[in-house]
């Protein structure tokens, strides 16, 4: 069965063994065991619980693949969701350390704070929000994140609340140039608040960080 060849050849390479030591464990020869990896003969049943033990893996998983809870690990979709969002950090990383450097210089030659102000008060909720993607993609590799039943709605509607405040706050900084008499009363309330290092923690870190969980554990099915 190629299969088993196939997932036996994968969960060997993931133990770190090679066919002759995988061989010498279960008292076979190597072409024995590349035998069965490419499928031109099967293990028997008791072979298979040796093999099962030696690999410290579920017979289920060495036959289809999935172990037995029934979650596939290493999903290319989180894989690359986690590449992305750390390509992401890396890239406000880069940010933080070449712009930032120049949104100072150009606010002392200036003296304009619209643009470092639109930086300070957008792009860390971002950062954060990427950083709680990332976690739950890189924890969803390995295992089954997922929330059954109603819990999945009201950790989305708890993901939209939380994501409210830093996009209220985004929002006012982009447009707080020409805020005009609606955005004002939302400016004043929100500027003291993030001023504070206790509401910058929550409004700019916390809260996005949460938003992205929470949404995240909601969407995924």
Sequence with gaps: MQAIGTNLRRLRVRAGLTQDALAGMLHVTRQTVSSWEIGRTEPDLDTLLALAEALHCDVTELIYGVKRNGYQQYQRRWI???????????????????????????????????AYSIYRLCVPQLGFFTGGILLCALASVWLPVRV??????????????????????????????????????????????VVQPLGRFLIQQLAPFVAAVCGFLGWKR
């Design 80 to 114: 690359v969701c986690s590449m992305v969002c750390g390509a992401v950090l890396l890239a406000l990383l880069v940010l933080q350390l070449v712009l930032v450097p120049a949104l100072e210089a150009r606010q002392g030659m200036t003296y304009s704070l619209l």
């Design 148 to 193: 059954a039943g109603k819990g999945r709605r009201w950790l989305l509607a708890a993901g939209i609340l939380s994501a409210l405040p830093p996009l209220v706050l985004a929002v006012t900084a982009l447009f707080a140039q020409n805020a005009g008499s609606i955005l004002r009363p939302v400016i004043r309330l929100y500027y003291p608040a």
